[in-house]
């Protein structure tokens, strides 16, 4: 049997929030990222850094960051490749190019 995931209040959290979903579109939050990729906070700001993950969109005020879902669901296809973000936007170039 299947958990049901609940915020502490008892009511189920929004699509975007639950761990381990990533919704069809929009954004995610940093939980519900690391939960989808199996990392801890800062080996994920780490991968940030040298280009294995997408960088984080800032939210108007500076304290909260947020990642596009179809940038997670495609870093997902890449490192099942063997590949990086940066691999990714490499080969974006050569083909602009």
Do not use: C, H
Not at 3 to 16: D, F, Q
Not at 28 to 45: A, D, W
Not at 55 to 60: A, T
Request: avoid cysteine; hydrophobic fraction near 35%.
């Amino acid at each position: 049997m299947v958990e049901k995931i609940t915020s502490k209040a008892g009511k189920r959290p929004p699509a975007n929030q639950q761990l381990g979903v990533i919704p069809k579109e929009g954004f995610m939050r940093i939980n519900p990222v690391l939960s989808v990729l199996g990392e801890n906070r800062t080996s994920f700001y780490q991968g940030i850094l040298d280009g294995t993950y997408p960088p984080q969109i800032k939210l108007p005020g500076g304290r909260s960051s947020v990642w596009k879902a179809s940038e997670i669901r495609e870093v997902i296809e890449l490192l099942e490749q063997g590949k990086t973000w940066l691999d990714r936007n490499e080969a974006d170039k050569k083909a602009v190019a």
